[in-house]
């Protein structure tokens, strides 16, 4: 379907230089919420160790599809980038992972698409000393370019209440960069990647995560509709709106 807005499909892009620190998790269990949704989801993976596609490869055909483009893979001879890269028909969010150690300039011109950057961020010292310096540069990078699309930390495989937790919350105060949502450090996150699947496809113990996926959706729609790139009316009606509790995504058991 041809659209009129040239920044659609609206792009969620993913950035931490630092590994480990749930980009592709945040990543391929966002693309299971929305497909859930009913929306047309497509996971781009930047990172040449193919995480993503491998994660793709394991899911089962009985659940609601996602699509996967090796954003990483050089073209192949006779192969332009642009049809390497082209979109499965009908995708309604895009869904970018990078990399660990992707150049400031790559993620400025990555950013410069997006309609939101998310940066996920574990409470260790290391981690957020490395995301401080990192946070610095990208809204630095944000002002420079004048670029639209706003920056939002997701706090990963947190245990509340720790010393960790709170210094986290008083970082981010101080570099006036939202957080907005927060995930529990939980075994069922590793199920999940292993089986192909996203928490909530889970069920079970994994269903305590639910509201925060849901705040961190409802989050990335309410830019997406300030942007005004939902510009596709014949998928974007009921289904697209966002619950506060959403429907219950299981229909696997858990392992
Ligand atoms: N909230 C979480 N709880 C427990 N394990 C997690 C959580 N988020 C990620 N992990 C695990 O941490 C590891 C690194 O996560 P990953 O998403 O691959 O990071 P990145 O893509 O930034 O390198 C993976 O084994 C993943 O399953
Ligand atoms: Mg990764």
Known sequence: ?????????????IVNPKGGCGKTTLATNLATIYAHRGLVAT?????????????LARRSSRLPPVNVVEAHQQPREGMTRSFQLRLPIDTERIIEDTPAGLEPTRIGDLMRRSSVVLVPVLPSSI??????VFLT???????????RAPIAVIANRVRKNTLMFKKLMKFLDDAHVPLVA????????????????GVLELGG?????AGQWSILVRWIEQQIAAQGEDTDTHR????????????????????
């Open 127 to 132: 981690d957020m000393r490395a995301a401080a």
């Open 1 to 13: 379907m041809a659209h009129a807005n040239d920044n659609y499909p609206p792009r969620v892009l």
């Open 182 to 197: 927060t995930f529990h450090d939980m075994q069922v996150y590793v199920h999940a990647t292993d089986m192909g699947q």
């Open 236 to 255: 974007t009606g009921e289904e697209v709106q966002v619950r506060d509790q959403p429907a219950p995504l299981s229909n696997t058991s858990p392992p």
């Open 137 to 147: 540069a990208l809204v630095k990078i944000h002002e420079q370019r004048q670029l």
């Open 205 to 209: 113990r994994a269903a305590r995560e």
């Open 43 to 55: 996971l781009f993976d930047h990172d040449p160790q193919g995480s993503s596609r491998e994660w």
